[in-house]
């Protein structure tokens, strides 16, 4: 197979682009993508201070590595979330690379915040996931407002995407398919959030941090309880392979045509919101969510007869 | 003879009579855009020929979590 661009031997075959790729012009065809999702999603501009939520995965590195080489102002953020074995590994694989790559890094301890997640995993009678990932949510959301970044950007890419959207049109949740999207703009005490590789494929992403040698596996987390969306990834796969391109449409005119519709449909609810008493993260109660894990985590452990 | 590593699960096997990325990915019941398919530190697409004594890495990209 040749190079659709300059005919050289070709090292990735992209079915539903009807073309391939040598290894020098695989990264424009990648750096394309993501200026496209950029331009069309009005994510951010090149004036504009981007915080990039790195938790040493692929996808998260890679979406970095391109930023920074496009000449946007951006700032790693990795979150430590204070579990053996697991999380000092993530840790230096994000602090090598951006020392390697001279890459704005800011780290944040869960464990100084009062939050370490075996102690929560003991603690608290929640499943440690959903309460993982509404911490990580909030200092993302926390450190990027406090360091008056204008957007927040995360390594999501179609198969992320288009997983969750077969996810949640299987179950038409509403509220889901009313505000979701690579551009969620900034409100009431909520960064913008962006996804700025919408448009890329996790092969595509495979292919771009091998080519930047990006090691493409991490130890997963051993308290994952397997990956979420596995399965749905490798149903939407079998429909990619059978017609390339319907998981990019599948995802896109959900964007055009389906979210509009659910956006009119999904009248204003929830409660108004207002900062948190203790941190200032905007809630709905006097105290946030995560301050309140925090208290519950003290009193149990506490009674526990444990200490942070 | 080809020898396959295959990743992330760290497992190693041998095929025979595999002369192609796609007959190599279809043994291995992968389809093109699941994996990565590297030898000696470059990416195959599924029409390259394989050899006898080839050493082949297969990264499956699907990420877990
Ligand atoms: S798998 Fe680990 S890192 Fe991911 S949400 Fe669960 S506890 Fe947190
Ligand atoms: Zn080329
Ligand atoms: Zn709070």
């Known amino acids: ?308 | 003879m080809i020898t396959v590593n295959i990743e992330p699960e760290g497992k190693s096997t041998t095929l025979y009579k595999t002369r192609t990325v796609i007959a190599l990915l279809n043994k291995l019941d992968l389809r093109p855009t699941m994996a990565l398919v590297i030898r000696n530190g470059e990416l195959l697409t599924p029409d390259v020929k394989l050899f006898n004594g080839d050493v082949i890495t297969v990264k499956k990209v699907i990420s877990a979590g």
């Open chain 1, 1 to 308: 197979m040749k190079c659709t661009r300059c005919k050289a031997p070709a090292s990735t075959a992209l079915p539903s682009h009807n073309a391939a790729f040598c290894p020098d012009c695989f990264p424009l065809f990648f750096t394309k993508q993501v200026e496209t999702a950029i331009r069309r999603q009005k994510m951010f501009t090149h004036d504009e201070r981007i915080l990039v939520a790195l938790s040493g995965g692929k996808d998260s590195l890679a979406l970095m590595l391109e930023l920074s080489l496009q000449g946007y102002d951006v700032t790693g953020l990795h979150i430590d979330l204070a579990i053996p074995n697991s999380s000092p590994k993530a840790r230096a694989k994000v602090e090598a690379f951006c020392q390697q790559h001279g890459l704005n890094l800011q780290v944040l301890e869960v464990a100084k915040e009062g939050l370490p997640i075996p102690a929560i995993k003991k603690h608290i009678k929640r499943p440690v996931c959903s309460v993982c990932g509404k911490i990580k949510r909030h200092y993302f959301n926390r450190i990027a407002r406090e360091g008056g970044f204008d957007a927040l950007a995360t390594g999501h890419n179609l198969d992320d995407e288009a997983a969750r959207l077969f996810a949640n049109t299987l179950r038409w949740d509403s509220g889901y398919l009313s505000d979701q999207g690579p551009t969620l703009p900034g409100e009431e005490g909520f960064i913008r959030k962006v996804k700025p590789l919408y448009r890329l494929t996790e092969f595509e992403t495979a292919n771009y941090a091998f080519m930047k040698g990006i090691e493409i596996h991490s130890d997963p987390c051993p308290y994952s309880g397997g990956a979420s969306f596995t399965g749905h990834k490798k149903l939407l796969g079998e429909l990619e392979h059978k017609s390339p391109g319907s998981k990019f449409s599948f995802y896109d005119n959900f964007l055009k045509r389906g979210r509009p519709a659910f956006k009119l449909l999904e009248k204003e609810q929830g409660d108004p919101l207002s900062p948190c008493d203790t941190c200032g993260s905007p809630t709905s109660l006097d105290k946030c969510g995560v301050c309140r894990i925090r208290e519950t985590l003290e009193r149990n452990m506490k009674e526990a007869g444990e200490s942070l």
